[in-house]
C-alpha cells in the first residue's frame, strides 16, 4: 500500500495531523482496498523561510486574516 506525504507548513497540532492521518488512511483503504495498516501517513513540517511560491517566501506575505485558517494549504495539501 501507499505512504503519504504530506507537506505543510508548522503549527498544525497533533491532534489534526492525527485527523488527517485518520480520513487519509481511510480514503486510501476505500479507494484502494487493503487494510489500514498497509498506509503510511508521513508528516513534514516546514518553516514559512523554507516555503516559496510564485518566487516569494510565504514568511515575506502578508499574514492570514483572523478568521483564515492558520497556515495556508501549500501544494501538497492541496494535492493530497
Known amino acids: 500500500m501507499p505512504t503519504i506525504r504530506v507537506e505543510l507548513f508548522t503549527g498544525r497540532s497533533v491532534d489534526q495531523k492525527?485527523?488527517?492521518?485518520?480520513?487519509?488512511t481511510e480514503?486510501?483503504?476505500r479507494?484502494?482496498?487493503?487494510?489500514?495498516?498497509?498506509?503510511?501517513?508521513?508528516?513534514?513540517?516546514?518553516e514559512r523561510h523554507d516555503w516559496a511560491t510564485g518566487g516569494q517566501l510565504w514568511s515575506d506575505k502578508a499574514p492570514a486574516p483572523a478568521n483564515a485558517p492558520t497556515a495556508p494549504a501549500g501544494p501538497a495539501d492541496r494535492s493530497a
Open 27 to 29: 480514503a486510501t483503504v
Open 31 to 46: 479507494t484502494l482496498g487493503g487494510s489500514p495498516d498497509g498506509v503510511d501517513v508521513v508528516f513534514v513540517d516546514v
Open 18 to 24: 492525527r485527523a488527517l492521518a485518520h480520513a487519509l
